[in-house]
């Protein structure tokens, strides 16, 4: 008997090409919080990474961007922090991109707050 795939959700395949953009773009630890099944979550999913300097943070942000645009057309609705690149967050609706320097990742802990959330390592 042959297993069945099972076929992804849009936000589902929005996620996994964020993790691929960052991961073009050298991120450091990757990881997709699939926020479904959270009630109060903002969002479907989380896709967060560290980067090392801020130049670092603006190149993953750019290579999110890229991957997204290039497989969807899609355009994030908002960008926050990208002139700073200590934290850059992008909003796509169903998912939220949130790119950190390694020290401010840290201090805020998503992935804490959002414990309730199926972790899903890239």
Not at 57 to 80: C, L, M, Q, R, W
């Amino acid at each position: 008997m042959t297993e069945k795939k099972k076929k992804l959700s849009e936000s589902e395949i929005l996620a996994k090409l964020a993790a691929q953009g960052m991961d073009n773009k050298k991120a450091l630890d990757i990881v997709i919080l699939d926020l479904r099944g959270v009630q109060s979550a903002p969002t479907n999913f989380f896709v967060i990474c560290s980067g090392n300097v801020p130049s670092h943070v603006s190149a993953i942000s750019d290579g999110v961007f890229e991957t997204i645009k290039k497989a969807t057309g899609y355009n994030p609705h908002k960008v926050e922090g990208y002139d700073n690149a200590e934290w850059i967050l992008m909003d796509y609706f169903d998912i939220v991109v949130h790119i950190f320097q390694k020290d401010k990742r840290e201090h805020y802990r998503l992935e804490e707050l959002w414990a309730d959330g199926k972790e899903i390592k890239y």
